[in-house]
């Protein structure tokens, strides 16, 4: 005799991947987002770009998860023993039966209220139209003196100054150093706008610093950082973190660059470009020497036929004497002058073979590829949010559909007409009504008439 037939319920048997997809299911639809904060231990980056670590406390620890394609833009990278924040969702790794936490958002502790801190500043300046796009002025062309503001032992300093001599060797550079980070960078930054024009005639500003996180950039959101930028006598660029990276400053300079080496390349013009537009008027201009000579070699053969009828003998010789002396030294200043043109060619070609373009075509592949993949994950969210207005606009469309409402049972009622009826007083006895049902539809005849109590007591 079997279970069933003893009145034994039937057991269901599940495998142990069922089970585990039950149990992910059942936490991620009871916890579909949670706010988390802990201490990052075991952290690890393979070669897939995901983050795998632990959050734990004093108590409890849990496995977390952060994938490539989020953890993009979190900076800087954490490490062992960071107090972060994060929001997650709470599920089951089944390969391994464990607890985990797939990271959507990671930020250091206290993160949050500085980003709302600097949100509330920005909102406020913008609207007292500190950062107005006719307040910003224009940079030099040929700046002859470029002012710089960081930190005198950060690496941002050495990339500015490598930027400007390769670039615009000619410009003189006066540092200003100061603190970059802390509560005595402000104050510094903001002396440092208001003397360093007073010290010699600058054309321009740079001020930089390299990257690091909220905190450490914090001194860039400064309230008076931003007033002593619009205050300062010269245009001022700023270059500050990364390219991720914004800060007041840059909304507050005359023009924000993504880096300290961009800010460098954005004040000042490309030498090679010049060098090039030197030999291109080089060039034309021995091209116009070259057409003058030609129009005064006719010109003289013209005076010589003129001299030869007009004045033969004697004075024909005399000028034909001078017309060899003014051949020749105009032959001899021509080839002093290419002489010379030659010297200045070989020279350019020299300075062209030491400053390769390939370095920058590298740097441009790659700023390309990077620029490609984040056009590919835009393309993808804006699919994505394409797709679900479309399931909208179809769920509306159904509930407007006259069709839906007759499948509730209601039916569409018309004269002989053809007009809607939706009143009783509008039908007379014996007249022919069209009803309209949701499949088929039918003729009927109006053998009684009842008007609803509402027209009745307006009747009356």
Sequence with gaps: MNEASRGVPARTTYSVS???D???GLLEDSLPSVWVSGEISNFSRPASGHWYFTLKDERAQLRCAMFKNTNYYVRPQPKDGDAVLVRAKVGIYPARGELQMIVEHL?????GALLRAFEQLKARLAAEGLFDAALK???PKLPRRIGVITSGTGAALQDIINALRRRWPLAEVLLLPVPVQGKEAPPAIIRALRELPLRAPIDVILLARGGGSLEDLWAFNDEGVARAIRACTVPV???VGHEIDFTIADFAADLRAATPTAAAELATPDIAERYSRVDTLDIALIGLVNRRLLQLRERLAQMSGRLQSLHPGRRLQERAQRLDELDERLRHAMSTRLAASAERLRRHEQR?????????IVLRQGQLRLLADRLMRAGSSVLTERRARLRQGEALLNSLNPSAVLERGYALATGADGRILRDSTELSDGERVSVQLARGRFEAEVVDIQASKTRKSERS
């Design 137 to 139: 002025r224009p940079l």
């Design 237 to 239: 660029v700023s270059g």
């Design 22 to 24: 039950i149990l992910r």
């Design 18 to 20: 069922e089970l585990a």
């Design 107 to 111: 930020e250091a502790a206290g993160t």
């Design 352 to 360: 062209f073979e030491a400053a390769a373009p390939l370095p920058r």
